[in-house]
């Protein structure tokens, strides 16, 4: 099911919104939850579990005595404590019997703490490897030996005589047998219109023609970009650049770092017709095998082959170490991002706010429900990395407490937590004002 089919009903910016804050909802809920089944398996009584903020909407209460609401702001979520002053879980409200103290935030042992906030990143990233060892379940594992499955749909020019289900064996002389070839194979061709196919069809080898491997044709949009702001889409064919013809993606590879930001104008073929659309490349820093970045001028677009290689099914055993790998890339090249923005390697227009995910978002829920519940992991894995920041208010604040008091042997004292976490709510204020107008001003 196409999620494009929405957006003239709602208009893109309440498509754009909802898909954001259905996105948040179920990332904050299950943050949220972590911090509550954990908090519960370790002995501290929930009093409230709140997704969104401000005036109630709906609310019951289990058999456990916590209050489940869903308030009027879906913006984010709390879980308050039995005794918390606040949603923060800092100071007490002086309620609680001291026969309770056991079963509050502040009276529970250092363990149960520290286990009870670290539990919502955790679940955070749990999500994230969830979303990402699914989709690595949906997508499969290319064939072997590689068969072809559907085609791109391309302009007549571009026409092929392959078959469905035709497995390939060479491509102008360059077999494709190997999978360590088959991750070259685009470089060791020939720049040209048309290829030499060599395939084996119902049991017999013939060579037929088809168009370059990697046409000039739209996989996929990157969120927010000059090609995403020009209304591209996937599958359309780019068949000139400023008057000049092209038939393959490596040229647009060339043309569009070449142009430094200059306006191109492309002419498009979308389902049968031509349009002309003009766009600007915009410099992009992007994360380079050693962790350092590099400064490249991009439309925001990515190719592939013309055709879909059959796959094979992924097991949960196979996904989840996959997973775990994805994870830790996302996480890694972030901290990467941050440390060069902050010390002034690259530009802050790498930095998003709330704008700029919700963007993302919907621009990735327009593309389809596999893009959308992709965004779902990403988002959920920087959460959970923000999250584990040491800042008063953020959770990785109260793991600065807790690691103060394990080797200190004494909780800090009540006055200097609210000083510090007026300050922690202030930086944090200041840092989302920061990203709204670096989103919507800065770098819109």
């Known amino acids: 099911m196409d999620l494009t089919s929405f957006v003239p009903l709602f208009g893109n910016f309440a498509f754009t919104l909802g898909a954001f804050i259905l996105a948040l909802s179920i990332i904050v809920a299950i943050h949220e939850y972590g911090h509550y089944i954990v908090g519960r398996w370790?002995?501290?009584?929930?009093?409230?579990?709140?997704?969104?903020?401000?005036?109630?909407?709906?609310?019951?209460?289990?058999?456990?005595?916590t209050q489940w609401q869903i308030a009027a702001l879906p913006l984010g979520g709390y879980v308050?404590?039995?005794?918390?002053?606040?949603?923060?879980?800092?100071?007490?409200d002086g309620t609680v019997p001291e026969v309770d103290a056991r079963r509050t935030m502040l009276g529970a042992p250092l363990w149960a703490r520290t286990l009870t906030v670290l539990a919502g990143p955790v679940f955070n990233f749990i999500l994230a490897m969830a979303v990402f060892a699914g989709t690595i379940m949906y997508q499969g594992r290319v064939s072997e030996p590689l068969t072809l499955g559907s085609f791109?749909?391309?302009?007549?020019?571009?026409?092929?005589?392959?078959?469905e289900g035709?497995?390939?064996?060479?491509?102008?002389?360059?077999?494709?047998?190997?999978?360590?070839?088959?991750?070259?194979?685009?470089?060791?061709?020939?720049?040209?219109?048309?290829?030499?196919?060599?395939?084996?069809?119902?049991?017999?080898?013939?060579?037929?023609?088809?168009?370059?491997?990697?046409?000039?044709?739209?996989?996929?949009?990157v969120p927010r970009s000059a090609a995403d702001d020009a209304d591209l889409k996937i599958d359309d064919v780019i068949m000139a650049v400023d008057g000049e013809p092209i038939f393959a993606f490596t040229q647009l590879q060339e043309i569009v770092p070449a142009r430094a930001g200059d306006a191109l104008e492309l002419l498009i073929w979308r389902d049968g017709e031509e349009l002309t659309v003009t766009l600007e490349p915009r410099a992009t820093d992007e994360p380079q095998p050693d962790g350092t970045f590099r400064t490249v001028y991009r439309i925001g677009i990515s190719g592939q082959m013309f055709f879909e290689?059959?796959?094979?099914?992924?097991?949960?055993?196979?996904?989840?170490?996959?997973?775990?790998?994805?994870l830790w890339n996302t996480l890694t090249?972030?901290?990467s991002a941050i440390k060069h923005i902050i010390i002034g390697r690259i530009s802050t227009c790498n930095l998003s706010g709330p704008v700029g995910m919700a963007q993302t978002v919907g621009s990735m829920a327009e593309q389809g429900w596999d893009d959308f519940?992709?965004?779902?992991?990403?988002?959920?894995?920087a959460v959970g990395l923000v999250n584990l920041f040491p800042v008063p208010v953020l959770d990785g604040g109260h793991l600065a407490f807790y690691a103060y008091e394990a080797v200190t042997r004494r909780k800090p004292n009540d006055r200097v937590l609210q000083v510090f976490m007026l300050i922690g709510l202030t930086l944090i204020l200041m840092l989302?004002?920061?990203t709204v107008l670096n989103d919507t001003l800065l770098c819109p």
């Open 333 to 335: 090249t972030s901290i």
């Open 373 to 381: 519940i992709l965004s779902i992991g990403l988002v959920s894995a």
């Open 152 to 163: 791109t749909p391309l302009p007549p020019s571009f026409a092929a005589e392959l078959q």
């Open 80 to 92: 308050k404590f039995l005794g918390d002053a606040n949603a923060a879980s800092v100071g007490s």
């Open 432 to 434: 989302m004002t920061f």
């Open 166 to 221: 035709d497995v390939l064996l060479a491509i102008e002389g360059v077999p494709v047998d190997d999978p360590d070839r088959q991750i070259g194979l685009v470089d060791a061709l020939p720049l040209q219109e048309r290829l030499a196919y060599s395939v084996l069809r119902d049991g017999e080898e013939i060579t037929v023609d088809g168009p370059y491997l990697m046409p000039s044709a739209v996989a996929s949009v």
């Open 42 to 65: 370790c002995g501290i009584h929930a009093e409230v579990f709140s997704l969104g903020f401000g005036p109630v909407i709906w609310s019951g209460t289990d058999a456990r005595g």
């Open 309 to 326: 290689p059959q796959t094979d099914s992924v097991s949960l055993f196979e996904a989840v170490p996959m997973a775990v790998d994805g």
